[in-house]
């Protein structure tokens, strides 16, 4: 059950990153980049339990720290950044 | 135990399909905010039940309490990121598709 819940989180990353390639509009691709972050999150935990390491729960918790932090950073200068200019709809 | 692992399979089986129909709707609905709330909502759910069916599974404390952390902040960030993404969306002037979509920030009377 853990290796086919580690499946699907990578073919859901995949799904992801088509949608960042495809998505009209930057707020799309930051939505996959924040689906992306946390999705490794995921990864590196159930990761762990397979292979029998669970000292890989270190790197998971501070890879959410990061992805929060970024994904807030960087729509802080795109919301700053639009507020004079508004975004082009799809 | 035997039961822990049955509720622990179980619990990354619900957060598995969770995590494949939020991809799906992320993939095929119209607008963004749609793909938002698609991909919101799911993604929280299914990250607190996977990390969930983890938590049931592991036996030393110390796994424990960094998963009980993960599952702490997980449940706090992600809808905190998704309102930052629909605000972010709005001040810079994406509108959801219909008729009726004027900007809420307008004096009414």
């Known amino acids: 059950m853990l290796a ?13 990153l088509a949608r960042a390639f495809a998505g009209p509009g930057v707020f799309d691709r930051i939505l996959a980049a924040n689906l ?10 159930m990761s762990g339990y397979l292979f029998g390491r669970p000292d890989f729960l270190d790197i998971a918790v ?3 720290l990061i992805n929060y ?22 | 135990m ?11 089986a619900l957060g598995s399909f969770l995590l494949l129909t939020g991809a799906l709707g992320f993939l095929r609905f119209p607008d963004f905010y749609s793909r938002l709330h698609a991909c919101g909502v799911t993604e929280t759910l299914a990250a607190f039940f996977i990390v969930l069916g983890l938590l049931l599974q592991s036996q030393d404390p110390l796994p424990q309490a960094k998963l009980l952390l993960i599952l702490l902040f997980i449940t706090f ?3 905190t990121a998704s309102h930052a993404l629909a605000k972010a969306a709005w001040r810079a002037g994406i509108r959801p598709p219909g008729e009726h979509s004027a900007p809420a920030d307008k004096p009414r009377g």
Do not use: H
């Open chain 1, 69 to 90: 932090i970024s994904v807030v950073g960087v729509l802080r200068y795109f919301e700053l950044r639009n507020e004079d200019q508004p975004e082009p709809q799809e």
């Open chain 1, 62 to 64: 501070a890879y959410a």
């Open chain 1, 36 to 45: 992306f972050g946390t999705k490794t999150v995921l990864f590196i935990a």
């Open chain 2, 77 to 79: 960030s992600s809808p």
């Open chain 1, 4 to 16: 086919i819940a580690v499946l699907i989180t990578l073919f859901v990353m995949v799904l992801g």
């Open chain 2, 2 to 12: 035997d039961i822990l692992i049955l509720l622990s399979n179980i619990s990354l």
